[in-house]
């Protein structure tokens, strides 16, 4: 079993950042992936990025490419994305996730372990 938190969300202006986190406890990331997802309001929930824990293999939405990057602290068993250069249509509840199968899937039917959302608010 895996228990996720993310934090680090909030209000922010257009052009500037956040850093979300997600802290994971029971079982550690080991060698899975770690997603982050976002769903805006009346939206389906999108891949945004992930990262696989052994290896570090990234990959990003084209929508977020040269803005956000996901990072990992094994020390700390936490997963970071760092949102840059904000825009008002990054607007949404960002969730991370654990996938125990291969690779670092985009699809959310192929994560296992989800937390519960961080919203995060950009204003124009």
């Known amino acids: 079993q895996v228990h996720l938190v993310e934090s680090g969300g909030g209000l922010v202006q257009a052009g500037g950042s956040l850093r979300l986190s997600c802290g994971a406890s029971?079982?550690?990331?080991?060698?899975?992936?770690t997603g982050w997802f976002r769903q805006a309001p009346g939206k389906e929930r999108d891949f945004v990025a992930g990262?696989?824990?052994?290896?570090?293999?990234?990959t990003y939405a084209d929508s977020v490419k040269g803005r956000f990057t996901i990072s990992r602290d094994n020390a700390k068993n936490t997963v970071y994305l760092q949102m840059n250069n904000l825009k008002p249509e990054d607007t949404a509840i960002y969730y991370c996730?654990?996938?125990?199968?291969?690779?670092?899937?985009?699809?959310?039917?192929?994560?296992?372990?989800w937390g519960q959302g961080t919203q995060v608010t950009v204003s124009s």
């Open positions: 990262i696989r824990w052994s290896g570090g293999m990234t």
């Open positions: 996730a654990v996938a125990l199968g291969v690779g670092v899937p985009r699809r959310t039917y192929e994560y296992d372990y």
């Open positions: 029971g079982r550690t990331f080991g060698t899975y992936a």
